[in-house]
């Protein structure tokens, strides 16, 4: 039982890059998270889904696209990143809306952006 | 949104009981306390959920007074490897699932 995994655990863009983050859970939770954090403070959340199929703006949403086609897996998508996206990106889960205080949270990836 | 309210830092010796207290005058009737724990370069880890009075677990107690407008956390006899940040969080009902994150506590633990 892995838990929440992210891929990369690191990248390095160059500004108007694209890329993909992947999250993947194997805990079979229905609800998924992606928060990113910037030195010194909290998580700030970008964008969520509640179910395959199905996701909904956070705080911090604009500048990132979101899908979730597998009830495992929750994609984060940056189309054309800027400095300011520079952060650590950490994606978590919960299982269910009753739940959905209880996150599990993955390792994190570290994205700078020059 | 029911803001969080804790103090920036905090420091201790191994084997002491920290309490950290964290102010949420907003709270809705609806919202529960969710205390989380972060080390350095690592996400964040469920420690403890309530609504009111007190919970327990084995890692932390929670005592949350009637009127909810505030809540502490009490780690019992700390170590070193307690040293990490501690967020308060109240449940966004209004939100749906989103919680909100504060820059939390820093807990300093020394031998």
């Known amino acids: 039982n892995a838990g929440v995994t992210q891929t990369p655990k690191f990248r390095v863009l160059k500004t108007g890059q694209s890329m993909t983050l992947l999250c993947a859970q194997d805990?079979?939770?229905?609800?998924m998270y992606w928060y990113r954090q910037d030195p010194g403070m909290g998580l700030r959340l970008i964008h969520y889904?509640?179910?395959?199929?199905?996701?909904a703006k956070g705080e911090v949403p604009d500048g990132y696209n979101v899908s979730r086609l597998k009830k495992q897996n929750f994609l984060l998508g940056l189309e054309s990143a800027a400095p300011s996206q520079t952060s650590v990106y950490f994606c978590?889960?919960?299982?269910?809306?009753?739940?959905?205080?209880?996150?599990?949270f993955g390792p994190g990836t570290r994205l700078t952006v020059t | 949104l029911a803001k969080t309210t804790q103090p920036i830092s905090m420091d201790s010796y191994e084997g002491q009981e920290v309490n950290i207290t964290c102010s949420h005058n907003?709270?809705?009737?609806?919202?529960?306390i969710t205390w989380y724990q972060q080390f350095p370069s690592q996400g964040p880890r469920f420690i403890i959920q309530g609504y009111k009075t007190k919970v327990t677990n084995e890692v932390a107690s929670l005592f949350i007074p009637a009127d909810r407008k505030s809540s502490t956390l009490s780690l019992p006899r700390v170590s070193l490897s307690d040293t990490a940040v501690y967020y308060c969080?109240?449940?966004?009902?209004?939100?749906?699932?989103?919680?909100?994150f504060g820059k939390g506590t820093t807990l300093s633990v020394s031998s």
């Open positions: 805990m079979n939770h229905e609800y």
């Open positions: 889904s509640v179910g395959e199929g199905t996701t």
């Open positions: 978590a889960s919960s299982r269910n809306y009753l739940d959905r205080y209880e996150q599990y």
């Open positions: 907003n709270i809705a009737t609806n919202d529960y």
């Open positions: 969080l109240v449940g966004d009902s209004q939100a749906g699932t989103a919680l909100i």
